[in-house]
């Protein structure tokens, strides 16, 4: 399997259109997209066998309480043949989701939007910086994400926020990260008005000079937030008109209730969609799921379901892989 995921899971280095060449970029021909799953490095030659294709991409996520770097998961995915990586990078300590978004979204001292722009981070950023810089291959770096939306404290003070995103962005460079893409990735908010989110959103944008891909999530919850593929479409489009940077799917999950359909369809979107450049599989437990109402399952498992699985082969396929 590991020859496998190491024919499959070349370096895209610059397949997000971004300007820094990749550390360790392979010669070898790029996948026009980028498939990824939110597994850990060790656990990845399973998911491919039991689906029958190989990510791309592995994509994790990393809290800031954590004050670690995650050089045991970078030489893992490089020892897997794995050379993208995709880091959801949380500048808060995590909230159990019992106790609500109203929890969720109280401010925590240290790691607030202005703390964080005001240099309480500094040495932390730097020490993942270099870590994230040894990595041999391309590392796409969601930071702070869905700040757009209700439930996540950095949401709170979107010029703070932008201000932080911007210092982020500075301490990499400065570390020498030229593998890492910086993707702002904002939640598509289908319960807002198309003008109420976008007032909304473009507070929160740092800039194009900061930013190398826009991603967004993209999860069917199910019951009331029941969500079509075409419900998710015209945003973003939006997204990559406004922004004119390449979109990438950060967080895609469906319910059970008719998954295959709606997998069929999301392969059918990102197939004539060029600018959609990369897709994160994401069967995680869901903040999201929390809060919705009525019947819906987010917890079944695509490795033990062939009928989703063989669309999301495809979509692997489609992909490059």
């Known amino acids: 399997m590991r020859t496998v995921l190491a024919t499959l899971a070349v370096i895209s280095a610059g397949i997000l259109g971004a300007p820094w060449q990749a550390v360790g970029a392979s010669e070898a021909p790029q996948p026009k997209r980028t498939f990824g799953v939110y597994v850990d490095p060790w656990n990845v030659d399973d998911w491919a066998r039991d689906v029958g294709a190989a990510p791309h991409l592995v994509a994790e996520f990393e809290a800031f309480s954590q004050n670690r770097v995650l050089d045991h998961h970078l030489r893992e995915a490089e020892r897997q043949g794995v050379r993208e990586l995709m880091f959801s990078w949380e500048p808060w ?22 703390d964080i722009a005001h240099g309480t981070q500094d040495a932390y950023i730097e020490r993942f910086a270099r870590s994230l810089a040894g990595f041999a291959g391309t590392v796409y770096l969601r930071y702070a994400h869905e700040m757009n939306g209700f439930w996540y404290p950095w949401a709170r003070g979107p010029r703070g926020y932008v201000a932080a995103w911007r210092l982020v962005v500075r301490i990499f460079r400065r570390a020498g990260a030229r593998n890492v893409r910086f993707v702002w990735s904002p939640n598509l908010n289908l319960f807002q008005s198309r003008a109420q989110w976008r007032r909304k959103l473009r507070r929160y944008w740092p800039g194009g000079a900061y930013v190398d891909s826009v991603g967004a999530t993209m999860i069917n919850f199910g019951g009331r937030k029941s969500y079509p593929v075409r419900r998710f479409a015209p945003r973003l489009r939006e997204l990559h008109r406004v922004y004119r940077k390449p979109v990438m799917l950060t967080e895609t999950n469906t319910a059970f209730r008719g998954r295959v359909r709606w997998l069929r369809d999301l392969r059918r979107l990102v197939r004539r969609t060029p600018w959609i450049r990369g897709i994160a599989w994401s069967q995680l437990p869901s903040r999201g799921e929390a809060q919705a109402r009525g019947p819906r399952r987010l917890d079944w498992d695509v490795r033990h379901d062939p009928p989703a699985a063989a669309v999301l082969r495809g979509i692997i396929r489609d992909a490059g892989g």
């Open 93 to 114: 300590k995590p909230v159990p989701t019992s106790l609500g978004p109203y929890e969720q979204y109280r401010p925590q001292p240290g790691y607030r939007n202005n």
